[in-house]
T-cell receptor, first 114, second 115 residues
Framework: DAGVTQSPTHLIKTRGQQVTLRCSPI?????VSWYQQVLGQGPQFIFQ???????GRGNFPDRFSARQFPNYSSELNVNALLLGDSALYLC?????????????FGSGTRLTVV | AQTVTQSQPEMSVQEAETVTLSCTYD???????LFWYKQPPSRQMILVIRQEAYKQQNATENRFSVNFQKAAKSFSLKISDSQLGDAAMYFC????????????FGTGTRLTIIP
């Protein structure tokens, strides 16, 4: 079985630009969460989507948005990029919120803003 | 809001020896889950072990075990018979059983295995 796949793996953008990151969950997983991991820190929660609805949002500005498609894949969009948005963006999928066995993470997208 | 603290930025251990990584957390809730994740240089977060707060028995997974002290809000990870492949960043994480699936992570401990 394929794991959680994220694309692209690396990305370089200029300040002020917009970026879209993509995530495909494990087959059968309906919940997708996004995390931002700045170098040297633990991941910070950005969004959770379940059955195409936003179920949670972290402390991030409105420049960050996301959506989930009928096939449960997801996109994270960041507008008006700042240098501080440079980070590893991780996607995690799970079956459901009850009795969580754990969350399966992708290998992330490394975003560099110059 | 819940917080997770990992007070050991770096740890090292001789191959085949045992090492314990510390984690404390702060919450007012009684029903939650705790996790240890491993992040090697490949960047992918890999689940090592999980603990349900309502279970008093400490979780074990092969060479990995936890010491869960609910009253003290402590959740340490013990790695026995350390192997070179155990070298990685280790993150402790908390998840409430209420609301969304947000994981709150600590700042991580970098574990080095000395051959």
């Amino acid at each position: 079985d394929a794991g959680v796949t994220q694309s692209p793996t690396h990305l370089i953008k200029t300040r002020g630009q917009q970026v879209t990151l993509r995530c495909s969950p494990i087959s059968g997983h309906k919940s997708v969460s996004w995390y931002q991991q700045v170098l040297g820190q633990g991941p910070q929660f950005i969004f959770q989507y379940y059955e195409k609805e936003e179920r949670g949002r972290g402390n991030f500005p409105d420049r960050f948005s996301a959506r989930q498609f009928p096939n449960y894949s997801s996109e994270l969009n960041v507008n008006a990029l700042l240098l501080g948005d440079s980070a590893l963006y991780l996607c995690a999928s799970s079956l459901a919120r009850d009795r969580p066995y754990g969350y399966t993470f992708g290998s992330g997208t490394r975003l560099t803003v110059v | 809001a819940q917080t997770v603290t990992q007070s050991q930025p770096e740890m090292s251990v001789q191959e085949a020896e045992t090492v314990t990584l510390s984690c404390t957390y702060d919450t007012s809730e009684s029903d939650y889950y705790l996790f240890w994740y491993k992040q090697p240089p490949s960047r992918q977060m890999i689940l090592v072990i999980r603990q349900e707060a309502y279970k008093q028995q400490n979780a074990t997974e092969n060479r990995f075990s936890v010491n869960f002290q609910k009253a003290a809000k402590s959740f340490s990870l013990k790695i026995s018979d350390s192997q070179l492949g155990d070298a990685a960043m280790y993150f402790c994480a908390y998840r409430s059983n209420f609301g969304n699936e947000k994981l709150t992570f600590g700042t991580g401990t970098r574990l080095t295995i000395i051959p």
